[in-house]
Each structure stands twice: as structure tokens, then as C-alpha cells.
């Protein structure tokens, strides 16, 4: 039997194929970093990075437990100086750290930096592409509402949004805190955009396609230790004062 080809002369089933593997790819990466619900094992998402003498990382080392009880150590590194692009900022921030820590002995506070970024990256150009699947699977239940509630008042306005991350450049721990059981992390992030809103007939109504800005927001991130969802799910969202541009929806 002849295999159906597209218009550029693929075998159609081999295209497929190179979707799907794709596809697995994004999925198996996605769930390296961000974790999933029925993870068994959570040392397998929570591994050390090997940094370079410019603090940019460079590789993943060998299993976290190797380092042991030297991740109170790492943070307090941290917290005197910064590593590329990740810092910790003030005494309070590096304390809740190293209480956190001491409840999770997987807690990686580079690991988890890395984490957040790629969680800000995704959750910001999946807010704008009105991916609410992925969205829900990131935040919590009152932060996904607002988002939520903001991209069915876009739809209703025939509005679309573009937003495209180019680079984050510098993500800050101000806050770490133990409620009982829930360790909670609060990131500062530095990062530059480009976004524009369109209407139905994709006249530009805000902001431009080429023009880079800097966004700058406020997530607390939040993980119950007692749980085996190795999760951090954004339970906050706040934007960063004046100038701001004010993508994301405040649920301060």
C-alpha cells in the first residue's frame, strides 16, 4: 500500500512519527523540571547544578544526596553572592531556606531557581496563548481563577494576546517561609519581553511586536512538604511597583 506524502513530498506517517517523538520529548523534559502528580521518586527531579566560575550552568551533577547537609551551605553561598543570574536577598529570605531545608532534605535552592524560571517562562507565553490546561497544572486554584477570568474577558473582547520571554534576566529569592508543613518561596523576576494585544482584525491595540521591555514580577510559590506531588504551584502573583507593564494579572 502506498503512503499517503505531503506537500513537500514526506511519507505522512513518517512526519507523524517525527511530531510524536517531538512531542515526547517536550513532555519528558517538562516533567524533569517542573515534576508531575504521581511521581514516586522526588530525588529524581531535585538533582545539583554544576555551575562555572561566571556562575552560568554548565551541567547536572550526580544525585542530590551527595551533597547532603551542604545545601545549608549553598544557600548561604547564595545569599552572599550571586550566581549568574539567581540571588537570594536578605537575611530573612536565606533563613526560611535553611528552615526549608531542614524539613525537605531534596530541596536544592538552585534546583529550585532554575524551576521557577522556566515555570515564569511557560506560565507568561501561556497566558497569552490562553493555554489554560498547562496553566492549571502550574497554579493554584485562586491564581488559576484570575487567570482564568482575564483570558475569558480577552476572548470575549475578541482580543489576542502575544507575549514572548527573550530572556530572564535575574531571578531573586525575597521571601521563604514554613506555614506548618507548606514551605512557601517568594522569586523577584527580571525578565525581558515583547507583547503586543490585538483586536479581531489584528490591529495592534497595545504594545509592539520588536520593541524589547522589562518586566518585572512578584510569585510566592508554594509546596506542601507533607505531599508527594513534588510541585512548587504559584499561589501568588503580584506585580513589581511603578513601571511595571502588567502583563500578568495581581493576585496580591
Keep these: 500500500m ?20 517531538v512531542a515526547a520529548g517536550l513532555v519528558f523534559w517538562l516533567r524533569s523540571i517542573l515534576g508531575t502528580r504521581d511521581s514516586k521518586d522526588r530525588e529524581s527531579n531535585v538533582v545539583p547544578l554544576e555551575l562555572n566560575s561566571e556562575g552560568k550552568i ?30 537570594i536577598n536578605g537575611r530573612v529570605a536565606e533563613l526560611g531556606l535553611v528552615d526549608i531545608t531542614k524539613q525537605d532534605k531534596d530541596f536544592d535552592v538552585y534546583v529550585f531557581l532554575q524551576a521557577a524560571q522556566d515555570a515564569f517562562v511557560y506560565i507568561v507565553e501561556s497566558f497569552a496563548d ?11 486554584a485562586d491564581v488559576y481563577k484570575a487567570f482564568d477570568g482575564a483570558i475569558t474577558a480577552r476572548e470575549e ?16 529569592i525575597v521571601e521563604a517561609s514554613l506555614d506548618g508543613k507548606r514551605a512557601l518561596v517568594t522569586v523577584r523576576f527580571w525578565a525581558d519581553e515583547t507583547s503586543v494585544i490585538k483586536d479581531e482584525n489584528s490591529n495592534i491595540l497595545h504594545g509592539h511586536p520588536e520593541k524589547t521591555t522589562l518586566m518585572r514580577d512578584v510569585w510566592t510559590f508554594a509546596r506542601d512538604l507533607k505531599s508527594r506531588d513534588p510541585r512548587w504551584m504559584v499561589v501568588e502573583t503580584r506585580d513589581d511597583g511603578d513601571g511595571d507593564n502588567e502583563i500578568i494579572p495581581n493576585t496580591h
Design 58 to 87: 554548565v551541567g547536572i551533577g550526580g544525585d542530590s544526596s551527595d551533597k547532603g547537609d551542604n545545601k545549608e551551605s549553598l544557600i548561604e553561598e547564595l545569599a552572599q553572592n550571586s550566581k549568574g543570574n539567581m540571588s
Design 157 to 172: 473582547a475578541n482580543e489576542t494576546a502575544v507575549t514572548e520571554i527573550h530572556a530572564i534576566k535575574k531571578s531573586e
Design 130 to 140: 490562553g493555554d489554560r490546561e498547562t496553566l492549571e497544572n502550574l497554579l493554584g
Design 2 to 21: 502506498n503512503s499517503k506524502v505531503n506537500n513537500k513530498g514526506i511519507p505522512v506517517t513518517a512526519e507523524l512519527m517525527v511530531y510524536a517523538l
